[in-house]
């Protein structure tokens, strides 16, 4: 039945005080709770489980000295009905309401095909406003590409029980996340809206005998490729991205003393697998899964964007969090993936993964060009130009970039901030060099390599 709206024009109430309390005093009024502010200022709100007080009179000139000792007074003022609040509540149950879920971030996990989605609502809808009102969607399907597409649904709405059902007449698709979404169409039995948008997304069980590909929600880049046979169930496995504790803490603390700054996580993450019941998943896989965590390198030139020193894209390698130790542990068989700037790993086991990268001090590859420098000959492509100068490529993480005479006076000394790393044509006092030969050398840690310049004016 519909709760009547109504307003009381003048109350007296029964007030029960509280010894030794401050701030509020609270009464019990049958099916409602009033909460009276004992400073009863004209125009205060007071609010309780059914009505709120919206006007109270006389209080201020009622002492506090006499609130607290007597036992009951009476209090004058309006009382109306709290304007009704439409909210659903979601689960899932099985024909023997069994199921078993686990609700990391926003998703629910652990739902069998079979499964219904049990929405509760706190006050009696009307029926034929939830069809509309309710809506089914796939996000993402059991290779993680995104579907957005609409489900035909199945629906049962119990007014005595003030619960729906939702399902799918063929199961939900094993590996699939779905959303399900309640709009403000949907209304009460008194034709008061829904109100607000409730949304809950839900992930179903994956088929062990087929591939599947698992992304993180936060991070879909970040993701485990898991071939059909890695499990002997049907599972569900979880990809969180951004993971910080105290173990991690401690083991980047490590790294960063044992091998030195440019050794340090560049991004985490946590893979967790869960089986039929939804328990988690210690043991060895029964097949390597590719856990696949991407780095960024927006220009092409093979140095991971935004690591000062810069990190070489093919330095990059997996580790894993031995929490017990609290250490990072080398995966021999990571490797990155230049071509599509991610690191992989095959791996057996679940655990903390992080993408490493580390200083790299090779100075073997490096040279200079262009080689005679001539900017007014006609052809700039193959001898430069003076807004180019001259250029040292594929240089180290760090280092540096001397230019001597041929005598071995040194003319100018660049650190090694970009790659390629310009020279002006300018000695150290600002002015341009003359034609003739130069010497260069390129060092980083330990390592030295040398070469010829020309330069013809």
Do not use: C
């Not at 007014?159 to 996340?177: D, P």
């Not at 097949?287 to 810069?310: C, E, K």
């Amino acid at each position: 039945m519909p709760r009547k709206r109504q307003t009381w024009v003048l109350l007296v109430l029964s007030l029960l005080l509280k010894a030794g309390a401050s701030q509020a005093y609270v009464s019990s009024g049958g099916d409602w709770d009033l909460i009276k502010s004992v400073h009863g200022e004209i125009g205060a709100t007071m609010n309780g489980s059914d009505y709120q007080l919206t006007h109270s009179m006389g209080e201020p000139v009622i002492s506090l000295g006499y609130l607290a000792t007597a036992g009951t007074t009476t209090l004058g003022g309006y009382l109306s009905q709290i304007p009704s609040v439409s909210t659903a509540s979601t689960a899932m149950t099985d024909s023997d309401g069994s199921s078993t879920t686990v609700t990391i971030g926003d998703i629910i996990y652990g739902i069998k095909p079979e499964d219904s989605m049990l929405l509760t609502f706190n006050n009696e809808m009307t029926s034929t406003t939830l069809p509309g009102a309710i809506k089914v969607t796939a996000i993402l399907d059991s290779q993680g590409i995104t579907t957005s597409a609409d489900q035909a649904y199945a629906l049962i709405y119990s007014a005595t029980e003030q619960v729906a059902y939702v399902s799918l007449a063929a199961g939900w698709a094993k590996g699939t996340l779905f959303r399900l979404t309640i709009s403000t169409d949907a209304q009460e039995i008194n034709g008061v809206p829904f109100v607000r948008l409730s949304t809950v997304n839900f992930s179903i069980f994956r088929d062990f005998n087929a591939q599947n590909v698992v992304l993180s929600p936060a991070d879909p880049l970040t993701k485990v490729d898991i071939p059909a046979g890695t499990f002997d169930v049907d599972y569900a496995v979880v990809v969180s991205t951004g993971i910080d504790n105290a173990a991690i803490r401690t083991a980047n603390e490590t790294m960063a003393t044992t091998l030195g700054a440019g050794r340090k996580p560049l991004k985490t993450a946590q893979i967790d697998a869960y089986g039929a019941a939804m328990q988690k998943w210690t043991a060895n896989l029964y097949a390597n899964a590719s856990i696949i965590i991407p780095y960024d390198d927006a220009n092409d030139d093979g140095r991971v964007d935004y690591t000062s020193p810069a990190i070489r894209a093919r330095t990059l390698g997996m580790w894993r969090l031995d929490e017990s130790a609290k250490l990072w542990v080398r995966q021999p068989l990571g490797y990155p993936d230049q071509a599509n700037k991610r690191v992989v790993l095959p791996a057996n086991h679940f655990s903390i993964y992080a993408s490493v990268g580390s200083i790299d001090n090779d100075v073997s590859l490096s040279y200079a060009f262009p080689v005679p420098f001539r900017p007014n000959a006609s052809n700039p492509d193959r001898y430069g130009t003076w807004a180019d100068g001259i250029r040292f490529t594929n240089l180290p993480s760090e280092g540096n970039i001397r230019v001597f005479t041929i005598s071995g006076e040194l003319v100018r000394e660049l650190e090694v901030l970009d790659n390629p790393q310009r020279w002006d044509l300018k000695n150290r006092a600002g002015e341009v060099v003359s034609s003739g030969v130069y010497l260069w050398e390129v060092t980083s840690g330990k390592n030295r390599k040398t070469g010829k310049l020309m330069v013809i004016k």
